[in-house]
């Protein structure tokens, strides 16, 4: 099992990947071949749907960076973290809460996203 630090820190990767192909292959790697994504904004199934959509994120906010404010906090198969928006200046413009579960070779089977 990969080290969840590991995974989280390459789930936030894929989120600033301006690259398709690299965020492509960002998500097959952090992301179960079965995985959801949901959040009070998007929704996604599988890494294909994943990858697309966060491609979509990326164009509606361009040049934003998300960054791990908090955590990794994770027992049993279950993770929580907190990451935070910020514009090109560096300014904090949103904050949110993911909690996910993981699946047995390491990869995140569901994120389901809260905005603060």
């Keep these: 099992m990969t080290d969840i630090s590991t995974t989280i820190d ?19 790697r952090t992301f179960a071949d079965d995985a959801t994504y949901v959040d009070p ?3 996604s199934e599988g ?11 990326q164009q509606q906010y ?16 279950c993770v ?14 949103a904050t949110g809460v993911d909690f996910a579960t993981v699946a047995g070779d390491g990869r995140l089977r569901t994120v389901i ?4």
């Design 10 to 28: 390459a789930y936030i990767a894929a989120w600033n990947e301006g690259d398709e192909s690299r965020r492509r292959e960002l998500v097959s």
């Design 47 to 57: 890494t294909e749907g994943i990858a697309t959509m966060i491609g979509a994120v």
């Design 62 to 77: 361009g040049g934003h960076r998300f960054v791990l404010a908090a955590g990794p906090d994770a027992h049993h198969d």
């Design 113 to 116: 996203g809260f905005l603060e």
């Design 41 to 43: 904004l998007v929704s």
């Design 80 to 93: 929580r973290f907190t990451w935070q928006l910020k514009d090109p200046g560096g300014e904090h413009v």
